[in-house]
């Protein structure tokens, strides 16, 4: 019934290195795979040994591996960082000046050449003008009513 006696201090710290040694391995071990498969100067052939050597003699071949490539993964990593920031800075600068949207310039020559194909009226040009311009559209000028012919 008294675990704790069977068990002493010193072993539980054992336990807990080795345990923490064997995440770290499991780390390093999944690093090397995708420094592998991250480095677009290998060809596949490189690639496939490498990843053969890393898996079906994994002590050796990550042994080996960080020895011959080791200083180059962590310049590797560092570049991928820095595309990633730039993309992510790219989007940010894209997305924060809005260049989704139309300028209101292709809107009305858009609009001008709808309106000169026939697809709209002037009455429809002069309200998506107004929209487009910012103008409250109800204060957009109407057009004068036609006369009324006499005798109608």
């Known amino acids: 019934m008294y675990l704790a006696y069977d068990y002493p201090l010193l072993s539980v710290f054992w336990s807990m290195l080795w345990f923490f040694l064997w995440i770290l391995w499991f780390i390093l071990l999944f690093r090397i795979i995708m420094d592998i498969f991250r480095d677009h100067e290998m060809n596949g052939w490189a690639k496939a040994g490498w990843l053969a050597f890393v898996i079906l003699l994994p002590f050796l071949g990550v042994l080996v591996y960080v020895i011959a490539r080791g200083k180059n993964m962590g310049r590797r990593e560092i570049a991928q ?37 026939g697809h709209i009226t002037d009455e429809e040009f ?3 003008k107004a929209l487009v311009l910012g103008d409250d559209p109800a204060a957009a000028p ?9 005798g109608q």
């Open 81 to 117: 960082a820095r595309a990633q920031q730039q993309d992510f800075d790219a989007y940010i600068r894209k997305t924060a000046a809005g260049t989704d949207r139309t300028s209101s310039v292709d809107e009305l020559a858009r609009l001008s050449e709808l309106r000169a194909g």
């Open 126 to 128: 002069r309200r998506a």
């Open 142 to 150: 109407t057009p004068p009513p036609a006369a009324a012919a006499p």
